[in-house]
């Protein structure tokens, strides 16, 4: 029985929630119930014996995943809110472990130029579909252009359970990603939404009149929003009714599960 | 009645430890004993209301200083694992807080140019003095510079209590440097000794040898070594009549009182 399931272990912006010294209604909310807490954005798919890690903006991933858990790391992007768990990370004692993502000659800080026991050099390119598993268990994942500040791949994740499309970071979509995916019937959209309607012209992120016209364009069977700021937080909090049907606000250790 | 009081709240080097996935005898003791872990260079001086915070290797920073609570930061430099701790801390809602170190245009990832709350403006010259505090409790911190891969400061930290000298990262010292420490009555040295002896040749840190050179050149009361790895802590283990009179292992918590 073909399974695929991803796990959200942050759904935070760079600042995380709650954020320090802020006294909006959402993050003094967050820091009574520790399940209204955001770390930044991390995931974790699961399909049979594969196990990826995408993106690495937790703190503690040395202690969740010890030697051998991993078959590889998926980096959508070289901000640090996506690679901070890597710095102290690399200096450990292990196989080399490959890590995907979008060829950027920066980086972020020394991590290509001191990978420790990280093999960065498995850059990707558009539309280039990698795999995982064997026949009976495939696992396909696909690295699709993002819009950004700096390149972004989001990734579509499929195998026979189903479709999930992990698009952050972005502001909308450039055309030919949005037209890659049109052709697909997508299960799961978990999608940037860091700000609320009330900011009208973001720079990098989506706000959700953005999201919703992105959901609504790609039809999935359901969208989560990620990457969520406390003011979006805050905006949610006052408006309840605030989102269409189909679309939900994730939240750490969120799991979806196709089969 | 002075006081002058530095805390050690990391004495480890980027890896931390225990590394990940290392099984090395000092490794897997600090996996049963908590207290023998050792998080990145960081340490907290405290002189009436002043309290500086001195690196910041930690990831728990935010949650360690409420708002208000540090005078300033002092950076040694900008390697990662001594400025991690401020990626996600810098988008607190705070009053700006100073950060000093040294003129570094490169700095780490993207701090300089988003500095969040931080202000990365205050670049300090070599044996330029700045001081915090009023006549009746003024504390003096004086750069020095290091010899290492990226631009160091090492700091004289001074009051009418007595004077602690923080040397990190190095190997050896400059001679301006050695000079203008030697004129100076030296109660505690904190000191750069990332290897044991058996590093014949290090490149960019202390090996023990070489901090016991330092101690007997400077003379301090008592000389506390930091930035240590774990190679150097199997060594200790393996040697405990190791160290000469006066030189000592630091360990995270460990608090210098001088009255």
């Given at each position: 029985m073909p399974e695929l399931k991803l796990t959200l272990l942050g759904t935070g912006c760079a600042g995380g929630m709650p954020v320090y010294?802020?006294?909006?209604?959402?993050?003094?909310?967050?820091?009574?119930?520790?399940?209204?807490?955001?770390?930044?954005?991390?995931?974790?798919?699961?399909a049979g014996e594969t196990r990826l890690l995408l993106d690495?903006?937790?703190?503690?991933?040395?202690?969740?995943?010890?030697?051998g858990s991993l078959s590889a790391i998926l980096l959508t992007h070289y901000h640090v809110d996506h690679v901070q768990g890597l710095f102290h990370w690399r200096w450990g004692r292990a196989d080399k472990l490959a890590v995907y993502g979008p060829k950027d000659s920066e980086g972020c800080a020394?991590?290509?130029?001191?990978p420790g026991f990280f093999d960065f050099n498995q850059t990707l390119s558009p539309f280039q579909t990698i795999t995982w598993g064997d026949d009976s268990n495939k696992l396909s994942?696909?690295?699709?252009?993002?819009?950004?500040?700096?390149?972004?791949?989001?990734y579509c994740i499929e195998n026979r359970a189903g479709t999930i499309a992990y698009l952050t970071d972005t502001i909308g979509l450039p055309e030919e990603t949005r037209r890659w995916l049109k052709?697909?019937?997508?299960?799961?959209?978990?999608?940037?939404?860091?700000?609320?309607?009330a900011i009208k012209h973001p720079r990098n992120h989506n706000n959700l009149d953005m999201a919703i016209a992105i959901h609504n364009d790609?039809?999935?069977?359901?969208?989560?929003?990620?990457?969520?700021?406390?003011?979006l937080d805050c905006w949610l909090m006052d408006n309840e009714q605030g989102l269409p049907n189909g679309i939900s606000v994730g939240f750490d250790t969120l799991k979806i599960n196709l089969k």
């Open positions: 010294g802020c006294h909006c209604q959402a993050c003094v909310r967050s820091r009574q119930q520790t399940d209204k807490q955001r770390k930044q954005c991390t995931a974790l798919i699961e690495a903006g937790l703190h503690d991933l040395p202690a969740r995943f010890p030697p020394d991590l290509l130029k001191h994942v696909t690295p699709l252009p993002l819009t950004h500040s700096k390149p972004v791949f989001g052709t697909k019937k997508i299960d799961s959209l978990i999608l940037d939404c860091t700000h609320s309607p790609l039809q999935p069977d359901n969208t989560i929003l990620t990457h969520i700021s406390d003011e």
